[in-house]
Every structure is written in C-alpha cells, then in structure tokens.
C-alpha cells in the first residue's frame, strides 16, 4: 500500500489527477457487482449499497462507495476514500416528472441518463456532460447539465427534454472533504 498520509489542504495539489481518474473509473464502471468487495441490497426494497477497493488498474490506498435509493424520487450518495479517509462525495437527488406515465418511456428515459452519465467530461468530477442527446425506442431525447463551480466544491441541475418538455429533473452537489490544514 501507498504512503498513507492525508496530506490535509495540499491533497488536492498531490492526488487531484489521481482523484478525477479514479472516481471518473469508479463511476463509470457502473457499479458491476464483479467489481465490488461488497454489494448489498437493504431490507427496504430497491436500496443498494456499494463497495469497491479494486477496480484493476487501481492500487488499494483509493476506495469508493455508493448509496443508491430507486424511487420517486431517487436519491445517492457516492464517495470516494483515500487511504481510508472520505476526500470527495457527490449527492444526486431526481425525478422522472409525472407528465410520464407510461412504463415504457420511464424505462427508456431512465435507460438515456444512465447514457448520458457515462459521457461525463474528463477531468471534472460531475453528473454528466453539458449536454447529451440521443434516440432511444424512436424517442428523442436530450441532457442538459448546468453545473456551477469547481472540482472543490459544485453543485449542478440535470434535466431531460423530449420534443421541447422537460421530462426529468435532477439536482447534485458534492467536492473535495476533510481538507483540514497540515
């Protein structure tokens, strides 16, 4: 295992690249149970947990961790572990709106933000890209993402549109934690 000091305000400056790369990894791995040390599905229905200590390309001093709650709304907490310390998080909370009713285009709608998710920027730890757009079932749809801040401490509104309407609405906000100075 890697040296294992939290460096306090100057990790950012020694382990910001390191940070956006793994958590980018993380996120996009999808939340694989073969990659997770432990997943599990709570009592409450439709609340997973999951742990992970080992994407391959990573060594064991970074971990993460993500809390997702299905439901009207969803809700999720994913965090990031150095060296056992949490050194960054982001909460989502959205909807698909109640305009959509048919269980088919919920499905379709919640199957483009996962698309849309994984076309995250490279080196900015967010929800998604500015925007997206796509077909999916001969529904056009398009992302947007309005994101205000940094790496250190952002927050952001995702919506979803088809033909003009707002079909999904979601906020986020997180960045860098326990930045204590040394």
């Known amino acids: 295992m890697k040296d294992c000091q939290f460096h306090g305000c100057d990790f950012w400056k020694n382990h910001g690249k390191q940070l956006v790369r793994f958590a980018s990894d993380y996120i996009r791995s999808g939340f694989k149970d073969e990659l ?76 483009f933000l996962m698309e849309a998710l994984f076309f995250a920027p490279g080196g900015w730890l967010t929800r998604g890209p500015q925007e997206h757009h796509g077909t999916i079932d001969g529904l056009e749809l398009s992302y947007l993402n309005q994101l205000d801040g940094d790496n250190a401490e952002f927050s952001g509104r995702e919506t979803i549109h088809t033909n003009g309407i707002v079909v999904y609405q979601g906020r986020y906000h997180g960045g860098l934690l326990n930045l204590i100075p040394s």
């Open 36 to 111: 997770a040390d432990k997943v599990m599905i709570l009592p409450v229905s439709g609340i997973y947990h999951f742990e992970s200590s080992c994407l391959d390309t990573w060594d064991s001093a970074w971990s993460g961790s993500d809390h997702y709650a299905e439901g009207y709304p969803f809700h999720g907490l994913t965090e990031v572990f150095y060296c056992g310390n949490v050194c960054w998080h982001i909460s989502y909370r959205g909807a698909i709106l109640p305009i959509v009713t048919d269980k088919k285009s919920i499905q379709t709608i919640g199957d």
